[in-house]
């Protein structure tokens, strides 16, 4: 307990903090009352504050003046009670309160201010429906889990910034009003009502402003910044979001993955010790993870993975398998443990799922029903596949072995394209493992990607674009492809991932004009534009610019994996809705004639 909590002018303690320590002090404490029992005659008030619960009891034989005024108290009254700490009657502690030994005797009380009956249960863990929660987001955020979740947020932070302070950082606030900087999302804008017809662009991220503050000099620079992007919204993704945005000059890639492994080591020693964490972590490169797991994020909680078997079909009599493979496709699959029995159902949804990814079809092949013993016993009578017509038993043995089989285990095979094969492969995996729950509980499974392409070529438009964005660095000894296959280019970007999200990424950085042209030129951008959008980048690279690197993490959902949530939206005090919409403030809304004026703007009619 810090000295400050609970010393305030109005109240001496907070009810969290109370013990047997405490039996008989005067206590003056203030809250908001959580539950209310009346027990004919004596009433209970449970008082809540941030710190956390503890009882009241009101006794008519104490102070009658002050029974009459609890009898008027309801939940989420907010209260002010004075009396003093007593140990409770023997056979009435509440082993489940941290403070259930103790008890409040009310000597003096007064509603300070009462409360409706709000639209849902504070004090109750049941299911809300979340646009309820949003819209009273103030009422949500009194309940004990969203609490913890903003208070485990808070301590998040707070150990960033003095691990990095420690580490020699210093954090700089870079502007929220700017110029379009390009990461692959819309940017939101903001009109400008002294330069008529101009407009800011709030930052996708402070890329360009953390390299700017490297070719100032500053050399290690992080900020807790809010960056908007104005996408789709999804259960891991918001308009506006926190990250951690960090840059370091005179670096290496493993300079800065260091770091980070070591950042995230201590803070979750410190902070969430219960959870395991994996160390060191693993560095694998996007086209083993494409391979192994079908995903750039995959989630290494668990094996399950994808294992090629084309070379194992390729003679069958299976014609979908060996027509794929002499076209340039791929026979791979995974093993679902213990899974033969699945039901027909089971099997019709995988596949759905399966196709619904753009496969042709799902093969599944279930391997006898007793569980667990070896292959050897293994006859076809066991197979049960509607393809195992055109399997031997060899072929069956074979991708069994390759996949890590064992009697009583479904195989899951797909034949296409090796980047469609990998993709719907790597979602049946992880759905899998969602379903079969293979992930240990309170594990955290982190990883770093590298080795990315630098370039993708748009396929509609035949237009080369950046991986990541423009500023990340090919490896120097592919520099003179950009000239003849830019395709072949590496980058020296890294993400970072945990459980099957991506939590970050960043790169080294091109820091010299002359390449970083060269980059926007391939991208497609005319000299001019080069000039009036990154002018100011290109000039800097003139005076001096170090070599640098960073990296971004995103807080919101570092804290959800941390926090043990599934969406973004528990550990962000004031979220949006997925359409984007905040339904506290209900904004966005529409702005006044004298506004739009102002601000140069007339609305079309769509
Ligand atoms: N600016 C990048 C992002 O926000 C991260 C980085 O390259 O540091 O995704």
Known sequence: MTPYQGVTLL????????????????????????????????????????????????NPETSKACHRVADRMRGEYVIRVSGEVSLRPPGTENS??????????????????????????????IEIE??????????????????????????????????????GFIEIETPILIKSTPEGARDYLVPSRLHPGKFYALPQSPQQLKQL????????????????????????????????????????????LCLMEKLFSAMVAVIKPEMRINKPFPRLSYAEVMDRYGTDKPDLRFALELKDLSDIVAQSNFSIFTSTIASGGKVKGICVPGSAAYTRRQLDELNQLAQGLGVGGLVTISLGDTAGGSLDNLNMEMVRSAVAKFLTLEEVKEMAERLGARMGDLLLVIAGEPKIVNSALGELRREIGYRLKLAEPG????????????????????????????????????????????????SRHYDMVCNGYEIGGGSLRIHTAELQKKVFRLLGYRDEEIEERFGHMLEAFEYGAPPHGGIALGID?????????ENIREVIAFPKTQSAVDLTFDAPATVTEEQLAELHIRLREE
Request: proline fraction near 5%.
């Open 130 to 167: 979340e646009n309820l929660r949003l819209r009273y987001r103030y009422l949500d955020l009194r309940r004990p889990q969203m609490k913890e979740n903003i208070i485990l947020r808070h301590q998040i932070v707070k150990f960033i910034r003095d691990f990095l302070d420690a580490g």
């Open 96 to 125: 489940k309160l941290p403070t259930g030994d103790v008890e409040i005797i009310a000597r003096d009380a007064e509603i300070l201010n009462p409360s409706k009956t709000p639209p849902f249960y504070i004090n109750e863990d």
């Open 213 to 256: 503050l490297m070719v100032a000099g500053m050399e290690k620079y992080y900020q807790i910044a809010r960056c908007f992007r104005d996408e789709d919204t999804r259960a891991d993704r918001q308009p506006e979001f926190t990250q951690l945005d960090l840059e370091m000059s005179f670096v290496e890639e493993e300079d800065i």
């Open 443 to 490: 594990a955290l499974a982190f990883a770093y990607i590298k080795n990315f392409p630098l370039f993708r070529k748009d396929e509609a438009t035949g237009q080369w674009a950046s991986e990541h964005h423009p500023f990340t660095r090919p490896w120097d000894e592919d520099i003179p492809l950009i000239d003849t296959s830019p395709e072949k280019m590496r």
């Open 557 to 565: 959902r570092i804290v959800m994996l941390l926090a043990g949530m």
């Open 11 to 58: 109240k001496s303690h907070s009810c969290g903090e109370l013990r047997k320590e405490q039996v008989g002090d005067e206590v003056t404490l203030a809250g908001w009352v959580d539950r209310r029992r009346d027990h004919g005659g004596l009433i209970f008030i449970d008082l809540r504050d941030r710190e956390g619960i503890v009882q009241v009891a009101f």
